[in-house]
């Protein structure tokens, strides 16, 4: 990839339901950065996890289009691998499965790569460590609170070392302390690895620590700018 390319384009993306009476999207285009914090702020409707959606392959666009390293997503034969690779989720409500352990459900991105069980846990229980949730391992989720949960789930999106981690109001079920855990984590991340962090927030704390801002308002950008 050229180091002049950005990681992730989206150009004059749109998304209709409804046969078009409903415009989630209308026209979005940015391009966002290797080791970035891109926060996506807007009202509620504005289009924010529509797009996260599309740019991380759970959903597919009504017109437009979005490439991750250049590649066009609509050209992606193999969508499971390709998001295993490539992005890695964290949502508000955490989507653990509450069946499965922390250290299992950590690991289990890595189940689409092929990785062997053995690494797969070895790999799991270092990343859990990293969050200081190795005496968590063996818990099932209910039996964690919540932020260790969250915590859980950022290890769970980082465990394949994605390019691209998109966050969906990651803090938006967590106290003030909690929140700026999961906030540290995420941008230590992006710094680190040179990951760009796109992160949809209603919260005027954490998308002041971000490096920019997009605000979306009925499915459109209406500003995009560096923070001050």
Not at 202 to 210: C, F, G, I, K, Q
């Amino acid at each position: 990839m050229s180091e002049n390319r950005p990681l992730v384009a989206v150009e004059s993306l749109s998304r209709d339901y409804d046969r078009g009476a409903v415009k989630a999207l209308a026209g979005v285009s940015f391009e966002a950065n290797a080791g970035e914090v891109v926060a996506l702020t807007g009202p509620s409707g504005c289009g924010k996890t529509t797009l996260l959606s599309l740019i991380g392959l759970l959903d597919q666009p009504t017109g437009g289009s979005v490439r991750i390293g250049g590649q066009d997503l609509a050209r992606v034969a193999r969508p499971g691998p390709f998001r295993a690779r490539t992005v890695g989720f964290v949502f508000q409500f955490h989507h653990m499965v509450p069946t499965m352990t922390l250290l299992e459900n950590v690991a289990a991105p890595m189940v689409a790569l092929g990785v062997p069980r053995g690494e797969r846990r070895t790999r799991a229980r270092a990343m859990l460590d990293l969050m200081s949730m190795s005496t968590r391992a063996a818990f099932l989720p209910a039996n964690v609170s919540g932020g260790e949960r969250q915590r859980a789930a950022v290890a769970r999106a980082l465990i394949n070392h994605p390019p691209v981690i998109l966050a969906d109001e990651p803090t938006g079920n967590l106290d003030s302390r909690n929140g700026r855990i999961v906030i540290d984590l995420l941008i230590t991340h992006a710094r680190s690895q040179g990951a760009l962090v796109l992160m949809a927030t209603h919260n005027p704390e954490v998308a002041r620590l971000a490096d920019r801002r997009i605000e979306l308002r009925d499915g459109e950008v209406v500003t995009a700018r560096a923070q001050p």
